[in-house]
């Protein structure tokens, strides 16, 4: 036995070294770096057109011209940086991807001589004569398993295989019949004992009890070694010489072993879902590998069949062809490397940025924090949205829903939650369900633009993807969320949304035969959703003290939101942020319908910080007021002549509206927010004369940052705003009144 590794590590060195030499190579680099020169040409012919471009506006030198030369300065070095960096990425790119494919032909080819080594002489009399080597070390791992155990008690008999590549001598085989029947007898059954040959297998044996094989065969044993070559990371400035240098490596490094796993065989395959017949021991979440290369996951276990949901393309996957247990969970890759990437669900890169450079792996099916891990929600997560940190204020660890039509500003308010965590140490994940990848992109774009992509990793399922993967990318968010929840940090994460992934589900559902309810949504909806947004929680310290915050998103129809999918949402999150079209379409920006969006347990999340303590005392006056105001403007609708009370609410109600106005991926600090807010509600752009609220609030701000940095500074260190700070603010508003007057107007 000894003999056969030592002869297969040799034969496998030579075969690289001598059989696969470096003209190959040579070749392959050579129409590579054709390419990449003609890239770098382009890149710097576009790069060479901009400053020709900017010469005639530089060489005007009128003084009045000035501002001009400048923007024209300044868009002309924003595009060279565009092209450099755009160019530089194209390099890199193909550079990766023709030492990746130089590598899959070095791994293929030489597997491929290798094989013709083994099926030749004196190697094949050397294969032989360790087969009975070979069956005492299959024999002695042979067990019944209790799938195989199941299948007996119904047919009173178990089918056993013996595979091998030349026609074995009948000791042998007499032997390992003789083995299996007694271990089948001891069971109460008795085995259907088949002999063949195949010569694919190119040497060793293999033999199958049930769904169990054991197999030592050369053929199992290139497989993996190709298998494994190919998913080794291609190391940082990677050469043609570091190549066959971690080839070399990863050769010396397999260890021929007898390899124990499951078959199954395939009995059907119909849009994405396909049925398989076997893996009786098959555990619900498991992944199964087909004949292909591709890769499913099992969503359904029956008495007589398994249902399995295909992560990449199944237009390969035959009918009766076989598929292999894995033997574990289905995981995606997690950690900090992720961070400014735009992955698949399953965690492969798509922004053509290389490989993932992580060995660490989450499961995408996880258990939920339990009671005892948890802790009360006490620390507020701004999104720097006065609407939503004054109204609906969100805390670490909440579950808050977004919720409105289509086109009312759903994502917008997730982006700028993401956007607002810069400089805040969390980590955040944008899941994109169903979206078009043109959307996508323009949502990775704005968070390069504001830095916010170097903290966020992208997760895109898009419209095109099957329903499969649209099923796991929440999921895989989950996981990859919970690496940095259990790492004792804070994460946020953005499903978007859970409309498109309930339909995704759906579809599944019904080609996996299971009756459906309302809507023809399956049954466990419900709980497909809530174990999904349990994983949202705020760790105890003794279990890390971490937090993952959930921002999911549903999509209503005609702002039904008593619907099937909204309804249980609702009842799973800690509150919502309803979005209303009609305000969205009389301008008010963010359309936040204060009355039906409520924070459960934010509120609570307003009591660390001076900022959010004198928050918590404005917002409770501030929904009150708007309360009034919305039910007053109502009314008002009815009737012409209004009384003085009425039109000063009025009055009041439309310039708080006013300053609860904001632009997109312009967030606010919390401190702003709060002493905007106040100042409003006390009508002191009203007394200095300001109709404009982007005015006010910029004037004011620059008013107390330059000449009450005290104000500033003791809102900013975290003590209560007591009586002596609200009235050294009371009194700097009336400053700022005096001092600006009613010329504003």
């Known amino acids: 036995m000894e003999f056969l590794y030592a002869l297969i590590n040799f034969l496998i060195l ?12 040579g070749k392959i680099f050579a129409s590579r770096r054709e390419r990449i020169s003609k890239d770098l040409d382009e890149a710097e012919a576009g790069v060479q057109c901009v400053p020709a471009a900017e010469a005639p506006a530089a060489q005007c030198g009128e003084p009045a011209e000035d501002a001009a030369v400048a923007g024209l300065r300044r868009e002309a070095e924003q595009r060279i940086n565009e092209i450099g960096s755009a160019a530089g990425a194209r390099v890199d790119e193909l550079r990766r991807e023709a030492l990746e494919s130089v590598r899959a032909e070095a791994v293929d080819s030489l597997c491929d001589r290798i094989a013709m080594l083994f099926s030749t002489e004196p190697n094949r009399s050397r294969l032989r004569a360790s ?23 119904t047919h009173d008999m178990l089918y056993v295989t013996l595979t091998s590549a030349y026609p074995l001598a009948d000791e042998l085989v007499d032997r390992i019949g003789l083995v299996t029947a007694e271990m089948l007898h001891k069971a109460g059954s008795k085995p259907s004992f088949w002999v063949k040959v195949d010569p694919t297998l190119i040497g060793g044996l293999r033999l199958r009890i049930g769904d169990t094989v054991y197999d030592c065969t050369v053929e199992n044993r290139l497989y993996h070694l190709k298998r494994d070559l190919k998913r080794r990371p291609l190391p940082e400035n990677a050469t043609a010489e570091s190549i066959y240098n971690d080839l070399s490596e990863g050769i010396s490094a397999v260890e021929p072993r007898l390899d124990i796993f499951q078959l199954g065989r395939v009995i059907s395959v119909s849009d994405g879902i396909c049925w398989l017949d076997g893996l009786a021991d098959i555990m619900y979440g498991e992944v199964v590998e087909f004949a292909c290369g591709e890769r499913g996951m099992v969503l359904d276990i029956q008495k007589d069949r398994i249902g399995c949901a295909i992560f990449g393309r199944y237009e390969h996957i035959e009918s009766t062809s076989r598929v292999r247990r894995v033997g574990r969970m289905a995981s995606v890759p997690v950690g900090e490397e992720l961070l400014g990437r735009v992955v698949d669900p399953l965690g492969r890169p798509i922004d053509g940025l290389g490989a993932l450079r992580t060995d660490k792996k ?4 996880f258990n939920a924090p339990g009671i005892t891990q948890r802790r009360s929600v006490s620390v507020p997560l701004q999104t720097g949205i ?6 609906v204020p969100i805390g670490r660890g909440q579950r808050e829903l977004i919720i409105g039509d289509r086109q009312t500003g759903k994502t917008s308010i997730a982006i700028d ?8 140490g969390v980590p955040c994940i944008y899941v994109a369900i169903g979206q078009k990848d043109s959307a996508v992109a323009e949502i990775r774009d704005k968070l390069r633009k504001y830095g916010a992509l170097e903290y966020t990793t992208i997760i895109s399922a898009s419209a095109s993807a099957s329903a499969s993967m649209q099923y796991i990318a929440p999921f895989s968010g989950a996981a990859m969320s919970e690496y940095f929840m259990y790492s004792g940090r804070d994460c946020l994460i953005v499903y978007d949304d859970l409309s498109k992934h309930a339909v995704a589900y759906r579809e599944i559902s019904l080609l996996l035969h299971r009756p459906s309810g309302r809507e023809a949504y399956p049954g466990d909806v419900f709980y497909l959703h809530s174990r999904l947004l349990e994983r949202a929680a705020r760790l105890s310290e003794e279990a890390g003290g971490g937090s993952v915050t959930a921002l999911p998103i549903i999509e209503t129809q005609a702002g039904d939101i008593s619907a099937y999918i909204p309804t249980n949402v609702i009842s799973i999150t800690d509150g919502q942020i309803f979005l209303e079209s009609d305000l969205f379409n009389e301008g008010q920006r963010p359309a936040v319908n204060v009355g039906l969006s409520v924070s459960r347990v934010g509120g609570a999340a307003q009591t660390k910080g001076a900022q959010t303590k004198l928050m918590k005392q404005v917002a409770s006056r501030l929904r009150m007021d708007l309360a009034q105001y919305r039910e007053l403007a109502a009314f008002s609708q009815f009737g012409s002549d209004l009384d003085d009370t009425t039109r000063r609410v009025l009055e009041s109600g439309e310039r708080m509206m006013a300053a609860l106005r904001q632009g997109r991926y312009e967030p606010l600090d919390d401190w702003k927010q709060a002493i905007l807010i106040l100042a409003v509600s006390e009508g002191v752009d009203a007394s200095a004369g300001y109709t404009n609220t982007e005015d006010f609030s910029r004037e004011l701000f620059g008013y107390l940052e330059s000449g009450h940095g005290d104000i500033v500074a003791q809102l900013k260190t975290g003590n209560k705003p007591g009586e002596e700070l609200l009235a050294a603010i009371r009194k700097a508003f009336a400053d700022f009144c005096t001092e600006h007057g009613n010329g504003n107007a």
């Open 417 to 424: 939650a993401i956007i607002n965590q810069k400089g805040k």
């Open 131 to 153: 087969e009975p080597a070979l069956t005492e070390k299959i024999l002695s791992s042979v067990k019944l398993t209790h799938g195989d155990t199941a299948y007996m008690t």
């Open 362 to 365: 989450r499961p995408i099916e």
């Open 386 to 391: 006065k609407a939503i940190d004054a109204l």
């Open 14 to 25: 030579f075969g690289l070294i001598f059989l696969f030499g470096r003209k190959s190579i």
